[in-house]
């Protein structure tokens, strides 16, 4: 229902007492998941929770800006057709920066091994300086640059007319004065970069589908920033795990594990438990609740989770998905929990006997992206 006098749809309710601008996820979602996470992830998983996978030993699979862009709209359509047309309708001006020249440079980036060891990293980023100013034209979407595998250090959204952002410590984020989000971009070709890629754009939809409704990211309960972000990223993840492309199965799969792993330890962490592993968990729980429902169930949610008909926040997420009482909350969060463990012990066994090097010392690689 739209308001006569703004025109947007009405502030969403929030329960009394309860801040929509909290950055904390509401108590009835995180005691489940801590409950569901001690109780079941086994013994062998805590001890080695510094004996992760990292992106080097992850498939060498490679993908071009186009093959990523064209796995992407697969993804999204196959969630919901109208979310594969919105896809559509923010890749369309995502191209490099510099055209043919860029094109030439991520071919030569096809074969190079990845490697980290050299990024833009902390105070070194050029790009999070307070001096740095974001280059777009109105219209456009994406500022995309391709780097050498490893070498990204640049994936963010910047929310329509959203000022300079200080995040402290001297690293900011620019202004953007266009009317709609921009979202900046290295794109090192890994599977990582066609992720964040989705990752990016289900922020982009929360900001483009908030302003159709009359809003501005300002409205939008910070505990949810992340987990929309997230939901594209699962149902990328979703798509490209069942993939007919076997290598393409094989590094979701990868990716996905290694994600969740590193997300999953820091739940026994509750500072730092808020917007990653709740965002990640819970939009993985969202999502496979209606994963097999009807096509109006799952537009519904996820319109919800976007903020289509004005803010909500992740409780009334999950009620428009059927989790309403705190049983369900409890039985959701065991379900997926086990979900998990059932995947890490998969991973385990898989790579333990033939390639004991693969398992080496990890890295929260998620902990700089936005
Ligand atoms: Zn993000």
């Known amino acids: 229902m739209l308001n006569r006098k703004t025109g947007g749809y009405p502030y969403a309710h929030f329960p009394q007492g ?11 979602v995180i005691g489940p998941f801590i409950d569901a996470a001690k109780n079941s992830l086994p013994d062998f998983f805590r001890a080695q929770r510094e004996e992760q996978f990292s992106h080097r030993e992850m498939s060498a699979r490679r ?7 064209a796995l992407i709209i697969e993804a999204f359509s196959s969630y919901d057709p109208q979310l594969g047309d919105k896809a559509k309708e923010i890749l369309k001006t995502a191209q490099y920066k510099n055209g ?15 490697d980290d060891s050299d990024p833009h990293q902390g105070r070194g980023n050029p790009y999070l300086r307070s001096d740095y100013k974001l280059d777009i034209a109105e219209g456009q979407r994406w500022v995309i640059s391709p780097v050498a595998p490893g070498q990204s250090s640049l994936m963010r959204c910047l929310p329509a007319s959203s000022p300079q952002r200080d995040y402290g410590d001297g690293f900011y984020d620019p202004a953007n004065p266009q009317p709609h989000a921009a979202i900046e971009y290295e794109f090192d070709g890994t599977i990582d970069a066609v992720v964040h890629m989705a990752h990016e754009m289900g922020h982009m939809i929360a900001d483009d589908y908030g302003l159709d409704a009359g809003h501005t990211f300002q409205d939008n309960p910070v505990h949810m920033q992340e987990t929309q972000a997230y939901l594209g990223q699962h149902i990328l993840y979703a798509h490209l795990k069942r993939h007919s492309d076997a290598s393409i199965a094989q590094v979701a799969y990868e990716h996905f594990t290694l994600t969740m792993t590193n997300n999953i330890c820091s739940l026994m962490d509750r500072d730092r438990l808020h917007s990653r592993p709740l965002g990640l968990l819970s939009a993985m729980a969202v999502l496979d609740k209606v994963q097999d429902q009807d096509l109006f169930a799952k537009r519904h949610v996820s319109e919800r989770m976007w903020g289509r008909m004005g803010p909500a926040d992740i409780n009334q997420v999950l009620a428009s998905a059927g989790v309403e009482r705190p049983d369900d909350m409890k039985k959701l969060a065991q379900i997926e929990v086990q979900k998990l463990h059932q995947h890490l012990q998969g991973l385990v066994k898989d790579v333990s006997a033939p390639t004991p090097s693969a398992v080496r010392r990890g890295q929260d690689f998620s902990a700089g992206l936005a």
């Open 100 to 114: 043919d020249a860029d094109l030439k440079a991520e071919e030569s980036f096809r074969h190079v091994a990845h």
């Open 63 to 69: 993908f071009s800006l186009e093959e990523s862009k």
């Open 18 to 28: 309860e801040d929509p601008q909290s950055v904390y996820f509401p108590d009835a």
